[in-house]
């Protein structure tokens, strides 16, 4: 299921310098996805788990952390045991999630496998049929998210704002229902050509002003609410 490695970021992790590890196949089908080739990648990927796990070795001095992402990564059998040999080496772990498998995130926070956690909130649950190919995931969507509020870890929720999905109403709504959460982030839409949807989403980026909107009705919900453009 590991698809490639980032050996250095500064933007996965926040306040740590980690290396990013994406893991193919995922269960949403997002218009404005820009990791298209990773969801729906047949093949075995550009590196193995063991050479990242020697590159993680080798790095040790220079890296914080790990980040996990995809695709989703835990729709990974093998995701639990991989994070346990990072730990093994003394790396933090970051998760990121859509939130589909909340038995798969109740686990690893009830091991103390997670250090931060970054949950993709895609809409309002009402709008969530956009998304999912599985209706019965909205469900739990929400189990997730009282799942990571209610655990000790860092975390932050993130939606990514395309002009034509999600208007200024949709995220009163998303605000109302993670209300009290510690962070959330907007990060506006970006083309690239591994974009899903080219066709719908369009090569333009989010207007900044908009994002700014965004921010100044949701504030209110938040302990903090970043843009991340």
């Not at 020697?54 to 992402?69: A, E, M, P, S, W």
């Not at 019965?136 to 860092?154: F, K």
């Not at 090569?203 to 903090?224: H, M, Q, R, T, W």
Request: hydrophobic share 35%; proline share 3%; net charge negative.
């Amino acid at each position: 299921m590991i698809y490639d490695l980032m050996p250095v970021s500064v933007a996965d992790y926040p306040g740590n310098v980690a290396a990013t590890v994406f893991v193919s196949g995922c269960n949403f089908h997002c218009p404005y996805c820009h990791n298209s080739s990773i969801i729906v990648a047949t093949d075995k990927g550009h590196v193995s788990e063991e050479e990242i796990l020697n590159y993680l070795v080798k790095r040790g001095n220079l890296l914080d952390g790990v980040c996990i992402t995809g695709g989703e990564p835990t729709l990974w059998i093998g995701l639990e045991e991989y994070i346990k040999r990072i730990r093994d080496i003394g790396f933090k772990v970051k998760l990121d999630t859509n939130g589909a498998r909340p038995g798969i995130l109740k686990k690893l926070i009830a091991e103390n496998l997670l250090d931060y956690i970054a949950m993709d909130i895609k809409a309002p649950l009402d709008k969530y049929g956009i998304f999912v190919k599985d209706e019965s995931d909205i469900s739990r969507v929400e189990e997730s998210t009282e799942i990571i509020m209610n655990s000790r870890l860092s975390y932050e929720f993130r939606t990514t704002v395309h002009e034509k999905i999600l208007d200024l109403n949709d995220f009163e709504k998303i605000g109302e229902w993670l209300q009290c959460a510690h962070r959330y982030v907007i990060q506006g839409y970006k083309y690239s050509d591994d974009v899903l949807d080219k066709d719908f989403c369009g090569n333009s980026p989010c207007d900044i002003g908009y994002l700014e909107k965004i921010k100044d009705a949701v504030d209110k919900y938040f302990d903090e609410v970043l843009i991340r453009a």
